[in-house]
């Protein structure tokens, strides 16, 4: 395939809204990496991936200057993305204060059932009590979880990344 196209709705809606950088060291938003990344992967021919990757943007936000911020927002972030996915991966997604709440609250949860069940004859009220906790440790491995999934897909994409970040772009405004 010659090119790949995806449109983007807004170019704020383009990188992660809560960051401070500068615009050239913005991170993209999550939602549409992963998106930027789809149409990628969808994009490929075989094996041969697209020449060009197009991000269509609206027309009436188009200024002076920004389109080659937008670019070189584009190439920080897959090139960090690339560095992230070979080196950190494990560690960002272990890292997060919602992974390390989510573990004690498993291990807490676990160790509250095996109790609550150990000294229970078999009454349906213990088992109640003791599987609400199984099911309480298991929803808190959610968030810890998908973020761990995440960051072994990207590793698992790094090629992709890097692709992306050699590629050329074309920003097209309509």
């Known amino acids: 395939m010659e090119e790949v196209a995806i449109r983007v709705p807004s170019v704020r809606?383009?990188?992660?809204?809560?960051?401070?950088?500068?615009?050239?060291?913005?991170?993209?938003?999550?939602?549409?990496?992963?998106?930027?990344?789809?149409?990628?992967?969808?994009?490929?021919?075989?094996?041969?991936?697209?020449?060009?990757?197009?991000?269509?943007?609206?027309?009436?936000?188009?200024?002076?200057?920004?389109?080659?911020?937008?670019?070189?927002?584009?190439?920080?972030?897959?090139?960090?993305?690339?560095?992230?996915?070979?080196?950190?991966?494990?560690?960002?997604?272990?890292?997060?204060?919602?992974?390390r709440i989510g573990f004690l609250v498993f291990i807490v949860a676990m160790v509250t059932s095996v109790l609550i069940s150990s000294g229970a004859d078999g009454d349906s009220v213990e088992t109640l009590f003791s599987q609400t906790f199984v099911v309480i440790a298991w929803v808190a491995l959610w968030g810890p979880a998908g973020r761990f999934i995440r960051g072994a897909t990207y590793r698992l994409e790094q090629k992709a990344f890097a692709e992306l970040e050699a590629v050329p772009v074309e920003i097209r405004w309509e």
């Open 13 to 99: 809606r383009l990188f992660d809204e809560w960051s401070a950088e500068p615009l050239e060291r913005r991170p993209l938003d999550d939602e549409t990496r992963e998106r930027i990344l789809n149409v990628w992967s969808e994009g490929k021919d075989g094996r041969s991936s697209p020449a060009r990757l197009s991000l269509i943007l609206p027309a009436e936000e188009r200024r002076e200057g920004l389109e080659e911020s937008i670019l070189a927002a584009f190439r920080f972030d897959m090139k960090e993305t690339r560095l992230d996915s070979r080196r950190h991966w494990i560690r960002r997604s272990l890292n997060a204060r919602e992974s």
